[in-house]
C-alpha cells in the first residue's frame, strides 16, 4: 500500500517506538532521527519510546492496530566495526542514514555556536561533548571510511557538512579537499556539500571541480523576521547573499543540483513560504520541506518550543510538492544529498 502523506509527516514528528535502528545523537542542523524503510522509502522518524506510533513483526503500528505498512530498522552497518590505523572507530567518522546514504559533518564545531548566536534547532557540538564524533575529519580518513562503506555495505551516496568556520570560505574549501579525497579512492560514489554561502562564491566552483555533483546552502527560513529569532548568528548572511550564492550554485552544478531546506514550524507565514519555494524552484533549486522538531541538546528543546501541526505540514508538503512536480523536479534526480534521499522530508509521499 502506498505510503499516505498524512501517515508520513505524523510519523515524522510524533517518531516512532523502535528496537535497535541506526541513530545519531546531535549533529549539525535540524535532524537526530532514528533510520528506517516505511512503505519501500527510507524515512528519518524520531525515535520517541512515547509515541502511538510503533513497529512490530516489520509493520506500522498506530496505538496497536496495524496500518498495512511494511516498516523495517536499519540495521547496523558492517563498517561502523573497522577503526582507522590512529584507532578511531569509523563510525565516529561518519554515519549510515537511511539504508544507504554515508553522512559525515566534516567539522563538528561552529563559529556560531554560543547561546546567543547558535541556531535554535541545531546541536552541532552535542555529539563531540559526548564524544561520539571527533571534531575535524580530514580527507584521509574520510576517504577511507567511504571506500569501505561502499564495498561493505552498499553505499550508494554520501553527504558532506560543515559548521561553519571564521573563514572566507565559511568551511568550503575543507569541504573541497574531503571531497577530492573521496573521489580519489570511490570516484563513482555522488557525493553532495552543505555550506553557508562563502563569502567568495569561487569556493563554489571549486566543490564542483573537487568532484561534488550536488550542493546544499541551507537557508532554513526565507523570513528576516523569523531568522533574527531562530538563527540570530547565521542570519547576519543577507538573504540576498543566498540568492546569489544560489544563483552561482546553479550555474556551476546546474538546475536541480542545488537545494536548501525550508523549515517549517519557526512561526513564519505559510503563503509566504510556499511562494519562496516557488522562487527556488523557479531558479532551479530544490526546497527540501522539512518539519522543526524539538531536538534534545537543541535551545528549542529546553526552552519548551513546541513541534508544528501536522496538517500545516501535511499542506505546505502537498503544496510545494505539486509546484515540483510541475517543474519536472525530482529530489531522486540530485544524486545525492538530502533531498535524493528522500528520508527527511515527506516531499516523496507526494511524488517530488
Ligand atoms: S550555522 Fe547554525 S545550523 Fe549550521 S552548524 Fe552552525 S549553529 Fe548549527
Known sequence: ?????????????????????????GGAGPSDDGHVVLGGTGAAPPLDPTSPYSISDGRLLLDGADL????????????????????????????????DVLATTVVQTCVRYEEFTRCRFCAIEESLRSGTTTAVKTPAQLAEVAEAAVRLDGVRQMVLTTGTSAGWDRGARHLARCVRAIKEVVPHLPVQVQCEPPADLAAIAELF????????????????????????????????????????????????????YLLVGLGEDQEELIEGAGDLIAMGVYPFIV????????????????????????EVTRRVGWALRAAGMHGSAQGAGCAACGAGSALPAVGA
Open 1 to 25: 500500500m502506498p505510503l499516505p502523506l498524512s501517515t508520513r509527516v505524523d510519523v515524522a514528528i510524533r517518531g516512532v517506538r523502535v528496537d535497535g535502528p541506526v541513530q545519531r545523537h
Open 68 to 99: 498495512g505498512l511494511d516498516v523495517a530498522p536499519v540495521g547496523r552497518p558492517r563498517f561502523y566495526d573497522l577503526v582507522t590505523a590512529e584507532g578511531i572507530p569509523y563510525e565516529r567518522l561518519a554515519r549510515l542514514h537511511s539504508a
Open 209 to 260: 571541480v573537487a568532484g561534488a555533483q550536488a550542493i546544499g546552502i541551507h537557508v532554513e527560513s526565507l523570513d528576516d523576521g523569523v531568522r533574527a529569532r531562530w538563527m540570530p548568528g547565521k542570519a547576519t548572511v543577507a538573504l540576498h547573499d543566498y540568492w546569489q550564492a544560489w544563483a552561482e550554485a546553479v550555474r556551476v552544478f546546474g538546475w536541480n543540483r542545488v537545494s536548501t
Open 291 to 314: 518539519p522543526f522538531r524539538p531536538l534534545a541538546g537543541t535551545l528549542a528543546a529546553r526552552d519548551g518550543i513546541p513541534s508544528p501541526d501536522p496538517a500545516v505540514v501535511a
